[in-house]
């Protein structure tokens, strides 16, 4: 398994096809995937609000991820959440990113992971783009 690891942000697991060759990436090993409860449930929450998903085919994927990936599960970062500097709404993934030792916080809202944030902890923010290349 690869020590690689990655938290991927819920507005990447949002578009169907970027979600796909995220975690089909991840599958073949090239990174460790680590996520969140909370992580999930946002993406659960975005897919029925914005009409891509009924709220039974929302929780369908979000169970497969969960089953497919459910030794990436970082639980102890809650403790940390207070203590992140960057953007307010995000700081859950920030210190699940801490918890988790992963290397890179996979994002399209960069802006809301400055550096100053996170460099201290050795973690990487990333487009999607970027990260897939």
Not at 100 to 124: C, H, K, M, R
Request: aromatic fraction near 8%; include cysteine; glycine fraction near 4%.
């Amino acid at each position: 398994m690869s020590s690689f690891g990655v938290v991927l942000d819920a507005c990447v697991l949002f578009p169907p096809r970027l979600r796909d060759t995220l975690l089909r990436a991840a599958e073949v090993d090239l990174y460790q995937f680590r996520w969140t409860n909370e992580i999930l449930d946002e993406v659960q929450r975005s897919l029925v609000a914005r009409g891509h998903a009924t709220h039974y085919q929302a929780q369908k994927l979000v169970d497969a991820i969960r089953a497919a990936f459910s030794q990436s599960n970082v639980l102890e970062y809650a403790q940390l959440i207070s203590s992140m500097t960057n953007d307010l709404k995000d700081r859950h993934v920030a210190a699940a990113a801490v918890a988790a030792n992963a290397q890179v916080i996979v994002t399209s809202n960069l802006g809301d992971f400055p550096d100053a944030a996170l460099t201290p902890f050795g973690i990487e923010v990333q487009s999607p783009d970027a990260f897939l290349r």
